[in-house]
């Protein structure tokens, strides 16, 4: 029984650390984390300043990331 509930914790664990590793996010050569998240946020901003319908919102931001170099990616 405990064999069986630690290769449970086991499984879980390695489940757990291997979804982290592989978020989605955008992503660019050389640019940290930090700066892709102020790139998007400028991004959101702009769009919001245009007052287009929430439809279209999605898609102008990620025109807009990809403009600046960025791409959507899993590592």
């Not at 630690?6 to 499984?11: A, P, Y």
């Not at 650390?17 to 978020?23: E, H, K, P, R």
């Not at 660019?28 to 929430?54: F, I, R």
């Amino acid at each position: 029984m405990f064999q069986k509930s630690l290769i449970i914790l086991s499984m879980s664990a390695l489940t757990l650390l291997s979804g982290c590793a592989s978020d989605p996010a955008w992503r660019k050569p050389g640019v940290s984390h930090e700066d892709a998240v102020s790139a998007l946020s400028e991004c959101k901003y702009q769009v919001g300043l245009n007052k287009v319908a929430k439809s279209e919102q999605n898609e102008l931001v990620k025109s807009c990331m990809q403009a600046k170099g960025f791409r959507w990616r899993t590592n």
